[in-house]
């Protein structure tokens, strides 16, 4: 994949100890181009379908169960889960913990942009336009 990178650093003398930040740095990212403006949000919490049992506090299972969220949805539109896997690692998605204060589930979010889709993807009461889709077409 072709790409570039435009990286810019400001040093700040005694900066950690000015910003109260005592071990890691603090980021600011760019803006990147496109912004989108529309998501579909999957939820996860922190329970093992397999077994029904809860993994206290658990981030890593809860969003890797938003992330299995997202792709059986994606499965009702016609994608394969690996297309589906695919979507979601090359996708500007964003992963938030939203929920780390419900103990003992742990709760994230994996929002999914609608406009990457060359069609409508979002729920209505016409359910899954299902077709079947030798190829992916997704637009970034």
């Not at 980021?27 to 919490?45: A, D, H, N, Q």
């Not at 994996?110 to 637009?139: A, K, M, N, Y």
Request: proline share 6%; glycine share 12%.
């Amino acid at each position: 994949m072709g790409g570039f990178i435009d990286f810019h650093v400001d040093l700040i003398k005694g900066g950690m100890e000015t910003y109260g930040v005592t071990t890691n740095p603090i980021f600011m990212p760019g803006r990147v181009e496109p912004r989108y403006s529309e998501f579909l949000t999957f939820i996860g919490v922190s329970v093992d379908h397999r077994d029904d049992t809860n993994a206290y506090m658990d981030a890593t299972l809860a969003y890797r169960n938003a992330c299995l969220n997202a792709i059986r949805y994606l499965e009702k539109w016609g994608y394969t889960g690996e297309q589906a896997y695919l979507i979601l690692g090359t996708s500007p998605i964003e992963g938030r913990i939203g929920g780390v204060v419900d103990i003992p589930n742990a709760c994230c979010s994996v929002l999914l942009p609608t406009e990457i889709f060359d069609e409508d993807i979002r729920p209505g009461g016409q359910g899954p336009q299902r077709r079947d889709r030798g190829q992916v077409c997704v637009t970034s």
